[in-house]
């Protein structure tokens, strides 16, 4: 403010208090003296309504209003969307004509694909119409579409493919190899396929064929991120919740994609607190960026769920939505039985996650390490809560073969600890240190250091074994078998060992030694490719 | 302030790639944008492409967005920008023009408001061509305060940070852009039924 010796009507509101105040930004003390000196000054208040005037004047600019299609254009450019037409490659306005037929032919075509695809609940959906015509016979071709067909269940054509590969949301990780084929596909299987996409409206059968041939055309670099994206997106709609699937597939073409992002967003939210959050949240430095890399090592798992879930493609049978052997109650109580038994650490009682100064503290016998510990928490976590149970049945099956477990002693006392060994056999302590609390491997490290022992360090009769064992070895084991095995009585581990490898050359599985359920189809079911 | 602001929240899912999010801020803040910038490029057809690309920068952006700001202040600093840009753009192209035909923005002249008042009342039409006039000719800094301040209704302290000046430039942009305003357009305030009711006396 001007400092002010003389009286207020002598002085010159300059123009910039003037406009300030009509605009009521000065501080209340200039705010009372510019009130003061229009007050006292008639030219100061002549100007000040001069300003306010010419500002108000601006009023009579007309104020253009937005289009109508304003948003659903802005949408659009932010992330095209094509139109379902089999020209396919135009963005069309919402009001455009051409995709009429389609909402409800992606809805049972995507629905009737996807339930193939990922075991399937098809047979309670909708019934197909009538195929009018004989149809031709397949080419080579639709052979090779049929491959991959389950895969374009969700997906309008490369457009939309595009669209959701820049929105990112399941090709983050490079872990799906876009050149590796399709899993073989057994005649009946494809028949099968080959029917239902005889079922599809002519328009859609054709955007299938145009979609194929046109990833065909792309180049190698080009086509990897979309096939990684087809193969995120697929695994991902079948796993969700019917609803939330049902609305993708029963969008409008260009809405389809809001709802993939959207309940994309929810099921990130949903899950991220709950299984990880906790976890990273409570560590720190170091630790949290072990935590993070396990996570995201168990994500790079989950892309393997496409494999597994390719190869649930025959399963056209499947009744429910969760994949054998969890779908039995009893057979889900022996697994985690089995956990207990042969990891050593009770999977209903997983430790909370990690605190640092616990940070070697893993539940006395367990066999597990830190790392795998976490993500069998996690896995059981995502499955029982969220229904990733392939994820979970090939990690556990992994488990399995990386610590192969022997059948307890009935006693309940197996010798995990060094003054469990009987006097007089050596322990070579280094070695076995490790190992304290942990069967077999304590007693497997003992019998190594000590052959022959005048008693073994495990059981190696029947009758030395828990009744559920010791059944199977009377009841479930050929004759032949039992002859087999009987010259390594009073042997360990020998005994059980060819007692183990007995059951499993008759696809059996010895309780709590062995993950319940028959050996083979756990290796058919969960054994990953680029595993072992 | 920042979790208080809605738009802030409703932003923070945009970056979480909520795309019905971001259909929200777009309907909410279409109108006030298309509406800034119309009179910022005086062009109304302009203005919605323009928003269209504020829309766009700020989706593009959103993995970057961290709320430092009201949306609102962030939003319409990209708006000043693209305007600018689009200003220039046109001189340019105004500067050397392709096929030597003048531009195409009016149909009708407007009358230049430095001429002698018209004698009888001008239509609402000829008022606001003289009004645009006015407010083209102040220069881009004095202009975007105007807009910002007198349809938007944002105090100085906002349109400092939407304009990466301070305060004090604000309250001078705005008094000399007000002050041009003034001269341009006082021939036009006594206009008798066309400005709002106000029976002040005015000697002029």
């Known amino acids: 403010m001007t400092p002010a010796p003389d009286p207020p009507d002598d002085d010159l509101v300059s123009d910039e208090d003037l406009v300030a105040y009509l605009d009521g930004e000065l501080p209340p003390d200039d705010e009372r003296t510019v009130e003061a000196q229009l007050a006292a000054d008639a030219d100061a208040r002549a100007r000040a309504d001069e300003l306010k005037r010419t500002y108000d004047l601006l009023d009579f600019l007309p104020k253009p209003e937005p289009s109508a299609s304003f948003t659903t254009r802005t949408m659009t450019a932010v992330m095209p969307l094509s139109s379902a037409s089999a020209s396919g490659s135009q963005f069309v306005p919402a009001s455009a004509p051409a995709r009429r037929w389609w909402p409800e032919a992606v809805a049972w075509v995507a629905v009737a694909v996807v339930a193939v695809a990922l075991g399937g609940f098809a047979h309670r959906l909708v019934v197909p119409p009538a195929v009018e015509k004989p149809p031709d016979p397949p080419t080579a071709d639709d052979f090779k579409l049929m491959a991959r067909l389950p895969l374009y269940a969700g997906v309008d054509d490369l457009d939309f493919l595009r669209a959701l590969e820049r929105a990112d949301l399941f090709d983050g990780e490079p872990a799906v190899a876009a050149d590796r084929p399709a899993p073989p596909m057994a005649d009946d299987e494809r028949e099968a396929l080959l029917a239902q996409f005889r079922t599809f409206p002519p328009a859609r059968q054709q955007q299938l064929r145009k979609l194929h041939q046109s990833l065909a055309d792309l180049t190698p670099p080009e086509r990897d991120p979309l096939l990684r994206t087809l193969e995120g997106y697929a695994v991902w709609l079948g796993r969700l919740p019917p609803a939330d699937r049902r609305r993708i597939l029963d969008a409008e073409p260009n809405k389809r994609l809001d709802e993939v992002q959207s309940a994309h967003t929810r099921q990130w939210r949903e899950t991220l607190p709950r299984v990880k959050q ?78 640092r100064e616990k940070k070697n503290d893993l539940p006395a016998g367990c066999r597990l390490t830190r790392e795998e510990l976490l993500t069998l928490r996690s896995h059981r976590e995502a499955a029982t809560q969220e229904g990733y149970w392939l994820s979970y049945g090939a990690f556990l099956l992994r488990m399995s073969e990386q610590h192969p477990t022997l059948p307890r002693p009935k006693n309940g006392k197996p010798i995990v600890e060094v003054n469990q060994v009987p006097a007089g056999y050596s322990v070579p302590f280094p070695r076995v240190r490790p190992l304290v609390g942990k069967w077999p491997d304590f007693a497997l490290e003992v019998a190594r250091a000590n052959p022959n022992p005048k008693a073994p360090f495990g059981p190696s009769k029947p009758d030395e074994f828990t009744e559920p064992v010791r059944k199977f070895i009377l009841e479930k084991l050929t004759d032949a078998d039992r002859k087999r095995l009987e010259p390594l009585e009073g042997k360990w581990p020998q005994y059980p060992q060819r007692l183990l490898e007995l059951a499993r050359s008759q696809n059996l599985s010895v309780p709590e030694a062995m993950l319940p359920g028959e050996p083979k189809r756990w290796q058919e079911m969960y054994q990953l490719s680029g595993k072992k | ?171 001078s942009l705005l008094s000399r852009a007000r002050g041009k305003l003034r001269e341009a357009l006082r021939p036009y305030i006594d206009m008798d039924g066309v400005l709002p009711a106000d029976d002040s006396p005015d000697d002029e």
Request: aromatic content about 8%; charged content about 30%.
């Open chain 1, 278 to 355: 906790a976890g990273i949240k409570d560590a720190a430095g170091e630790e949290r960026a072990e935590l993070i890399a396990i996570y995201r090592g168990q994500e790079l798992g989950r892309r393997d769920e496409w494999e597994l879930a390719a190869r649930r493609w025959k399963q056209f049978g499947d009744k429910g939505h969760t994949p054998w052997p969890f779908d039995d109650a009893e057979r889900v109580r022996q697994i985690d039985e089995y956990i207990q038994t042969a990891f050593g650490v009770n999977p209903k009682n997983l430790p909370p996650a990690w605190e």
């Open chain 2, 1 to 171: 302030m920042a979790l208080r602001d809605p738009d802030i929240r409703l932003m923070l899912r945009v970056r979480a790639d909520d795309r019905a999010a971001f259909a929200e801020l777009v309907e909410k803040y279409q109108r006030r944008l298309v509406g800034v910038l119309a009179h910022l490029t005086g062009q109304p057809h302009e203005a919605e492409d323009l928003a269209q690309e504020v829309f766009l920068r700020v989706y593009r952006s959103r993995h970057k967005y961290s709320p430092r700001a009201k949306f609102s202040t962030w939003l319409f600093t990209i708006a000043n920008n693209l305007a600018l840009n689009a200003r220039r753009d046109r001189h340019k192209r105004q500067a050397a023009p392709l096929g030597g035909t003048e531009s195409n923005e009016f149909t009708v002249r407007p009358p230049d408001p430095t001429a002698p008042p018209p004698a009888q009342r001008l239509d609402q039409q000829e008022l606001a061509a003289v009004i645009r006039r006015a407010l083209d000719d102040l220069s881009d800094r004095h202009r975007m305060a105007v807009v910002l301040n007198k349809f938007e209704d944002m105090g100085y302290a906002e349109i400092a940070q939407v304009m990466g000046v301070g305060e004090k430039a604000v309250k």
